[in-house]
């Protein structure tokens, strides 16, 4: 019944998109090109849901992911390039030959063994990664492809050997930046500020942090306390400039108390 209800569903979702792809002059009037920065918005949107925790907001997020994977292939289908199904051929197939130890012989019981496996299998993939980190896009934000990149060298075997064995190399990083911050070599001191960032994103991999979620938490725990002082200056009929960074602190532990 559920499966019969979710053809329903999604039939009536290719119909309505087909259909407002021939007749709203806006939808019609979409390219690739033109709809690639808005499915960065929605995609950034989707995360956003994810964070929040709110299902609502997570299934509706889905759903305009899904309408823009869609169009683009109801475009390409229009110019003769490929269909939806071949789209759909194509996913299946990749997920056949990328886990052979559900549809093949190969042997992986954990996470860890999967994600070596797959390292291994891309490179034999046809049109696939022809080096190990040839995969990672170029314009990936630099926090996420630090991690991927690292992520990636790992399943081939570049690693630490024990995942405490990384802080002494964040501390020479640090060092190095210090003495480049003091010489006052700008060029250097951002390359070294860049080698520390890499360094310390990898030792939240080593410790199955994600950085990047690491950091939006933080963000959102920042600009929480800080709209705290801002409210309480308000109230108080005060400007935040006129507030001196004392009475500022003491309205951020309030906030931290709150929490």
């Not at 929605?42 to 305009?64: C, M, R, V």
């Not at 269909?83 to 019981?109: M, Q, T, W």
């Not at 003091?182 to 390359?191: R, T, Y």
């Not at 939240?204 to 200056?233: C, H, M, V, W």
Request: some cysteine; glycine content about 4%.
């Amino acid at each position: 019944m559920e499966d019969k209800k979710l053809e329903q569903s999604f039939e009536q979702v290719l119909n309505n998109i087909y259909k407002i792809r021939r007749e709203c002059p806006w939808d019609a009037s979409q390219t690739p090109e033109s709809l690639r920065m808005l499915t960065i918005e929605e995609t950034y949107e989707l995360a956003q849901s994810i964070l929040s925790g709110n299902k609502a907001d997570f299934k509706k997020e889905l759903g305009d992911v899904l309408l823009h994977i869609i169009l683009y292939a109801r475009i390409a289908e229009e110019r003769g390039w490929f269909s939806f199904a071949d789209v759909c051929d194509a996913l299946n197939e990749k997920l056949v030959f990328r886990h052979p130890h559900i549809f093949g012989d190969y042997k992986a019981e954990t996470p860890e063994e999967v994600s070596k496996m797959w390292e291994q299998v891309k490179l034999k993939e046809k049109g696939g990664n022809k080096t190990v980190l040839s995969g990672i896009p170029d314009a990936l934000p630099a926090l996420i492809k630090a991690y991927r990149i690292q992520d990636k060298a790992r399943n081939a075997g570049f690693d630490w050997d024990e995942k405490n064995d990384v802080w002494p190399k964040v501390e020479e990083e640090i060092n190095e930046l210090k003495s480049e911050l003091n010489k006052g070599d700008k060029a250097n001191s951002e390359k070294e500020f860049g080698d520390v960032l890499f360094a310390i994103i990898n030792a939240g991999r080593l410790y199955d942090i994600n950085p990047e979620n690491a950091l939006e938490l933080t963000n959102r725990k920042f600009i929480s306390r800080f709209n705290y002082i801002e409210q309480k200056a308000k109230e108080q009929g005060r400007n935040l400039k006129d507030m001196t960074l004392a009475e500022m602190e003491e309205l951020w532990q309030q906030a931290k108390t709150k929490e």
